[in-house]
């Protein structure tokens, strides 16, 4: 097994806690508040124009807006500082890092990696460089960040989700502006959650299957068996769902790049159901996140 050279500080690795899900559902429910409430506000500016509200915008108010600075006010009445938004809005979403995101990038159309366009906001949002370039850096970036290298149920799996956040995290201090880093976090987190959550479906649709077999064979050991790990999926304690939550333990405490790798490296070597697949797979994880620090490190 290689070893990571460098420290964590070196590299832009930071352990850090997850988010708890309260966090994470607060600022769903702050976003979808906001977002109703720029929807009532362009209503209005809907209102307003077809009233006839003459709007007077300075060169410096049009300046501070572009600038993503400032939102000018248009006039002394709400109706008129509503007006004024909407009156250079096209002009706004022309200037977002959206304007240049590939859609057809593969961090978007390679089902694989489970990515949504809304996973990763924040990243294109609150980017420190917001150039067209930049942008395609960070597709990139974000794709080797999230794309699988292993199968997807067992100890190895484990250990790439882990590794997935913390490539995420390192992204996160590498091309998100510092003041929103918090924000990009919990999107992290939030993805992170959904593909665990992909996992143990997709373990509960095996444990089905085996009792769907234990009926038509008459099998009531093999029936018991499935029974049990549904039970053990519903309560947290599969052991799958230890091993990602023992994962995730050494991945949020480790104080360097080093010390993670190490751990992570006992952790897996202690496992008594590890297969030469696995051990092959677990070294390729290893070897990809030295590279991927190498990479984008800061």
Known sequence: MNEVSASGAQYGYSARPFYSASDIAAKDAAETASFAGQRAKEASFREAHAAGVKITLSEEAVTRVLSG???????SDPASQYQAIAALHDQLISRTPASSIDLAHPLFSDGS????????????TAQKDRSAQATAELQDALYDAVRHQTAKTDSSDAAEIGLIREKLNVLN???VDKAHQADAAMEIDKYINRLVESRDGQIRTMANADIAIGVSLKDEGRIKEGQQRLEDLANGQDRT?????QVFAITTQSGSAT????????WYNQLDH???TQDQQFS?????WQQFLQQYGS
Do not use: C
């Not at 600075?69 to 006039?75: Q, Y």
């Not at 990696?113 to 294109?124: A, N």
């Not at 390729?284 to 990809?288: K, R």
């Open 69 to 75: 600075t400032d939102i000018p006010a248009g006039g």
């Open 113 to 124: 990696t489970e990515t949504q366009l809304t996973d990763f906001r924040t990243f294109f």
């Open 173 to 175: 201090t590498r091309y």
């Open 241 to 245: 769902q230890q091993e990602m939550q």
């Open 259 to 266: 010390e993670m790798v190490e751990r992570l490296s006992d």
């Open 274 to 276: 590890r297969s030469e």
């Open 284 to 288: 390729s994880l290893v070897t990809n």
